[in-house]
């Protein structure tokens, strides 16, 4: 996987900001299924899945199909839909979840050792695969000893939910050059009056 995370969108008011959901199953939910902006639809196309896909994993072989996007479309809003749902406080749903389940069950991208002559039949990786490894890691996300970390954006203004992956576990904006920011102005200008 590439160490590129988060993404970078654009408010209705033409502020561009990057959001790092903290993990990639998270960000690839925001590609369009989670949040109220249809702006943020990213997944037009198995043409723009295989984009994304291609940014984020570089063994994947750069191509999707119609039923590619398909799929990647139900994981997308099982995680969506889950993430929100532990955010609050709730469980997720029970189909979400079989989803999730169903998507991490089949083959992921094997790792490889590099250095070695032969690819011991490796090709390059399928879209699928991806779908896989995006699924398996909601699992350990969602787990009872992780899913404390799934919080929604302290903002009253904003819902964005992300994963806390800071040190300290204290993590309280979806994004400091959005919420944060204009929480301390907020508070710099209180403490002013």
Same mark, same amino acid.
């Given at each position: 996987m590439s160490d590129e995370a988060g993404q970078w969108f654009t408010a209705g008011d033409g502020h561009r900001w990057h959001?790092?959901?903290g993990s990639l199953a998270l960000d690839f939910a925001y590609t369009g299924a989670m949040g109220d902006n249809p702006a943020w639809e990213r997944l037009h196309s198995p043409a723009d899945l295989a984009g994304w896909l291609d940014e984020r994993f570089p063994e994947v072989d750069g191509t999707a199909s119609d039923r590619d996007l398909i799929d990647a479309l139900a994981l997308r809003q099982a995680i969506a839909r889950s993430a929100t749902?532990?955010?609050r406080g709730?469980?997720? @749903? *029970? &189909?979400?979840?079989?989803?999730?389940?169903l998507f991490a069950a089949t083959p992921d991208i094997p790792p490889a050792l590099e250095g070695g002559r032969r690819q011991?039949?490796?090709t390059r990786a399928?879209?699928?695969q991806t779908l896989s490894v995006m699924a398996r890691e909601v699992i350990q996300l969602? @787990? *009872? &000893?992780?899913a404390d970390r799934i919080?929604?954006?302290a903002a009253d203004d904003c819902q964005l939910v992300f994963y806390d992956e800071s040190r300290s576990n204290n993590r309280r904006w979806c994004s400091m050059q959005r919420c944060g920011n204009r929480a301390k102005v907020r508070a710099h200008r209180a403490r002013l009056r």
């Open positions: 959001f790092d959901a749902a532990i955010s709730d469980r997720p @749903s *029970a &189909d979400d979840v079989d989803v999730i389940n011991a039949g490796r399928r879209a699928s969602f @787990s *009872a &000893d992780r919080r929604e954006c």
